[in-house]
């Protein structure tokens, strides 16, 4: 079982910048993917960005590319989303997922709120 515990969101205005903080705890977490997802209100859950347990390849939806970057130094528990020039439709409260892959990210956080005014 893994733990995932999210900090950093917060309200910005069009154009900010926040960084998102992802602590996984657990046996085995430093060997997880990781990865961010969000949901706006009224709208599922989509896919934002997820990263190798190994912190050198990456994948982005479309929306954020150039916009935010996912790290993770030293390839340990911890992963970070930097996002930039936010936009009010990165509006939503965004998740932690872990998981065995990126495209198997099944252990969740509890989510933090990120709101963007324009």
């Known amino acids: 079982q893994v733990q995932l515990i999210e900090s950093g969101g917060g309200l910005v205005k069009a154009g900010a910048s926040l960084r998102l903080s992802c602590a996984a705890s657990?046996?085995?977490?430093?060997?997880?993917?990781m990865g961010w997802f969000r949901q706006a209100s009224g709208k599922e859950r989509e896919f934002v960005a997820a990263i190798n347990w190994g912190g050198d390849y990456g994948r982005y939806v479309d929306s954020v590319k150039g916009r935010f970057t996912i790290s993770r130094p030293n390839a340990k528990n911890t992963v970070y989303l930097q996002m930039n020039d936010l936009k009010p439709e990165d509006t939503a409260v965004y998740y932690c997922?872990?998981?065995?892959?990126?495209?198997?990210?099944?252990?969740w956080g509890q989510g933090t709120q990120v709101t963007v005014s324009s």
């Open positions: 657990g046996r085995d977490s430093s060997y997880y993917a």
């Open positions: 997922a872990a998981g065995g892959s990126i495209t198997d990210l099944r252990y």
